[in-house]
């Protein structure tokens, strides 16, 4: 069974920093795209960024362009999201999901991480 | 990056057909064909009901269809039923490994 499990998210004030985790698992990860998809409160899906199974190649939405870098290890199976310089509107659930060039969609979804900026 | 265009609700008796439409452009829905679409209940994760424009996983009823036109894709629900209610959130790949998601669409069973 496909399984991922976000942690790290938190509280904190604009302007700081904090790093997300997934652990995935039930697929080779080494093989496979991983990307991190946010929801604000209230709000709609929001795609935010995508690292190849081979870190080659690496791409953010450009709402988080600059201040979030996406990271993995797959000896660990594992996925970053190291989050600087937050914003009030970087508020969301953020999940993280596998695809590749022959699976473009997302499923299954994790629970999420819930990550607040707030002063 | 500009989100893909959904109507925001759409609603239907029990029974009936509701058609949400999802519109991007050649550089995304109209570019590929790896529409998908999600399903989300207040609180709970999003869940896949149709991958691939129109492929449907495993468990998903056969009452949800998907289909493609240019730069505008559709699900349809035939056959409403109460627990259909939800949001609905299409996505499409937009290239070099990027996704865009649509704006959402509330669907409401009257």
């Known amino acids: 069974e496909v399984q991922m499990v976000e942690s790290g998210g938190g509280l904190l004030q604009p302007g700081g920093s904090l790093r997300l985790s997934c652990v995935a698992s039930g697929f080779t990860f080494s093989s496979y795209s991983m990307n991190w998809v946010r929801q604000a409160p209230g709000k709609g899906l929001e795609w935010v960024s995508c690292i190849s199974s081979s870190c080659d190649t690496i791409t953010y939405a450009d709402s988080v362009k600059g201040r979030f870098t996406i990271s993995r290890d797959n000896a660990k199976n594992s996925l970053y999201l190291q989050m600087n310089s937050l914003r009030d509107d970087d508020t969301a659930v953020y999940y993280c999901?596998?695809?590749?060039?022959?699976?473009?969609?997302?499923?299954?979804w994790g629970q999420g991480t819930l990550v607040t900026v707030s002063s | 990056q500009s989100a893909l265009t959904q109507p925001r609700s759409v609603s239907g008796s029990p029974g009936q057909s509701v058609t949400i439409s999802c519109t991007g452009t050649s550089s995304d829905v109209g570019g590929y064909n790896s529409v998908s679409w999600y399903q989300q209940h207040p609180g709970k994760a999003p869940k896949l009901m149709i991958y691939d424009v129109t492929k449907r996983p495993s468990g998903v009823p056969d009452r949800f269809s998907g289909s493609k036109s240019g730069n505008t894709a559709s699900l349809t629900i035939s056959g409403l039923q109460d627990e259909d209610e939800a949001d609905y959130y299409c996505c499409s790949y937009a290239g070099r490994y990027t996704y865009v998601f649509g704006t959402g669409t509330k669907v409401s069973v009257l």
């Open positions: 999901a596998y695809s590749s060039s022959d699976r473009r969609w997302f499923d299954p």
